[in-house]
């Protein structure tokens, strides 16, 4: 069974900085894409970013510039580290594990989400 579990959320203020942590339990050779979605109350939820086993990233345009992807194959781990944090980024963010084919990202695997709440 794949577990992904997620850390590092958290409250903080605008124009600051978190970084999320995804583990996984075991290494799922079925995907070779991980990726964050978020979602705000009332609001669809938005795929943020997610990155290939190869390391090609991409990014929703309201983050581009201010959050980075990354990941640790060897830890099965991935990261979103997220920077100018605004008001709007609050959300629940779930970190994912899926495939990438042809430009397009399909989650298979969802953790439970993380809360990050920017507020001043």
């Known amino acids: 069974q794949v577990q992904l579990v997620e850390s590092g959320g958290g409250f903080v203020q605008p124009g600051g900085s978190l970084r999320l942590s995804c583990s996984s339990s075991t290494i799922i050779v079925s995907i070779n894409a991980m990726g964050w979605y978020r979602q705000a109350p009332g609001k669809e939820r938005e795929l943020v970013a997610y990155?290939?086993?190869?390391?090609?990233?991409n990014y929703a345009d309201s983050v581009k510039g201010r959050f980075t992807i990354s990941r640790d194959n060897a830890k099965n781990m991935v990261y979103l580290q997220m920077n100018s944090l605004k008001p709007e980024d609050t959300a629940v963010y779930s970190c994912?594990?899926?495939?990438?084919?042809?430009?397009?990202?399909?989650?298979?695997?969802w953790g439970q989400g993380t809360q990050v709440t920017v507020s001043s």
């Open positions: 990155i290939t086993t190869t390391g090609r990233t």
């Open positions: 994912t594990a899926g495939t990438s084919i042809s430009g397009s990202y399909y989650p298979h695997y």
